[in-house]
């Protein structure tokens, strides 16, 4: 304490300062959480344009495999007629059918390899709405942050925004 008891101060003298110590670490410890957390959201969007980019490889996989099937349809059917016709075999018209069964087999891979990557994004977006979450609870929820921004609303925890605690003076002097 720079001042003793009874003693005369005049306006702007220091009466007392507060140890920032405490303080200082808590914010250091809040911004390595920050970091620590944007790194992760980070790493999940690179997760989430890598899963885009697969959806779009099983979607393009689909399509081959839809006209493929679209194709053996077409030959079962001539290969059909033919043996009716008596201008084709039987061998010939069991084959097609056999590709045509096996295409449809494809076909049904390839909805679900796109189903399951659509779900696999969807997953990743949730993980990354919970890191959000956890992230923004981990901060604005510990009693340095309340302390040091009583007045914290919705939309500031939602950006993750907290203010600086040491862009004023701490320290106590009279008036």
Known sequence: MPVTDNQHVNAGDLLASIDDRDYRIAVDQAQAQVAIAQANVANIDAQIDSQQAQIDQAKAQLKQAEAQLQFAREEADRAGDLVQKGAGTVQRAQ???SDLEAQQANNNRAKAAVIGTELGLKGRQNSKRTLNSIRLRSICNTPMFRQLNP????????????RDPWAEPYDVRAR
Request: contains cysteine.
């Open 95 to 97: 084959q097609t059918k």
């Open 151 to 162: 007045p914290c609303r919705q939309a500031e925890r939602s950006q993750g925004c907290f």
